[in-house]
C-alpha cells in the first residue's frame, strides 16, 4: 500500500496571507490526524477527522481549521498567516474505527514545511 | 489530561553500545503509550506500543521498552545501536480520538 502523502511538501507564504495543505491517507484509512511541529512547543496535536467530522480538535486558535471529504482525503487551512506559523505540519492516518480511546497506530507522512516570511 | 516527560534532551552514544531513552508518563487514566522515531526530514514512524498484557514490549529495528506502572515510565532500550539509529525519539501517549501527546523528544546521537 501507499503510505500518507501531503502536498507541498514545500511552502513559502508572506504573513498575512492563507495556506491549504493537503493530505492523502492510506487506502482504507479513515482517520486522519494533524500536527504541528515546530522547535520551540515541539510536536501538537491540532485536530483529528473520521467520517467528514472533527472528532478531536487542539489548543490552536481558529485561524487553523481542516476538513475531510468522503473518500478520506484531508486538508487543513490556516488563514491570515503568522511568522509563528512557521512549522512543520504533519499528518496521520489510521484505521480507525467509529470508537476510538487513543489505541489506534498512526502512519505519518513525510510532512509540509511551511514557512511565513 | 495526559502528559508525558522525556527526561533526556539529547543522548550520546558510541557504537554498539547499549542505550536507553527515558519517558514517564502522568496520567489517572488507562494509559496507552507510543514510541515513535524521527529520522532527518522525515515523518515519524512506530516503533512500539504499550496497550495491555505484557509489560515487555518488543518493537522494530531490535527496540524494546517496558511498562512500569510504579514508576509511571516507559523507557525505551536496545542492548547494541548501530549508526543507523541516530534520530529523534518521541513518547506519547494516545487520547481519544486519535491524539497523541507527545513529549519534547530525544536526539539519539550514535557515535562510531
Known amino acids: 500500500k501507499a503510505g500518507v502523502t501531503q502536498t507541498p511538501r514545500y511552502l513559502i507564504k508572506t504573513r498575512g496571507q492563507q495556506v491549504t495543505l493537503s493530505c492523502s491517507p492510506i487506502?482504507?484509512?479513515?482517520?486522519v490526524s494533524w500536527y504541528q511541529q515546530t522547535p520551540g512547543q515541539g510536536l501538537q496535536f491540532l485536530f483529528e477527522?473520521?467520517?467528514?467530522?472533527?472528532?478531536n480538535k487542539g489548543n490552536f486558535p481558529g485561524r487553523f481549521s481542516g476538513r475531510q471529504f468522503s473518500n478520506s482525503r484531508s486538508e487543513m487551512n490556516v488563514s491570515t498567516l503568522e511568522l509563528g506559523d512557521s512549522a512543520l505540519y504533519l499528518c496521520a492516518s489510521s484505521p480507525a474505527g467509529t470508537k476510538t480511546s487513543g489505541t489506534d497506530t498512526q502512519y505519518f507522512g513525510p510532512g509540509t514545511r511551511l514557512t511565513v516570511l | 489530561a495526559q502528559s508525558v516527560t522525556q527526561l533526556d534532551s539529547q543522548v550520546p552514544v558510541f557504537e554498539e553500545a547499549p542505550v536507553e531513552l527515558r519517558c514517564n508518563y502522568s496520567s489517572s487514566v488507562s494509559v496507552y503509550l507510543f514510541w515513535y522515531v524521527q529520522y532527518p526530514n522525515q515523518g515519524l514512524q512506530l516503533l512500539l506500543k504499550y496497550l495491555s498484557g505484557s509489560t515487555l514490549v518488543k518493537g522494530i529495528n531490535g527496540f524494546e521498552a517496558e511498562f512500569n506502572k510504579s514508576q509511571t515510565s516507559f523507557h525505551l532500550r536496545k542492548p547494541s545501536v548501530h549508526i543507523s539509529d541516530t534520530a529523534e525519539y518521541f513518547c506519547?501517549?494516545?487520547?481519544?480520538?486519535?491524539?497523541?501527546?507527545f513529549g519534547a523528544g530525544t536526539i539519539l546521537r550514535v557515535k562510531s
Open positions: 506519547a501517549p494516545g487520547e481519544y480520538g486519535n491524539k497523541l501527546v
Open positions: 487506502s482504507g484509512h479513515r482517520s
Open positions: 477527522y473520521f467520517s467528514e467530522t472533527q472528532r
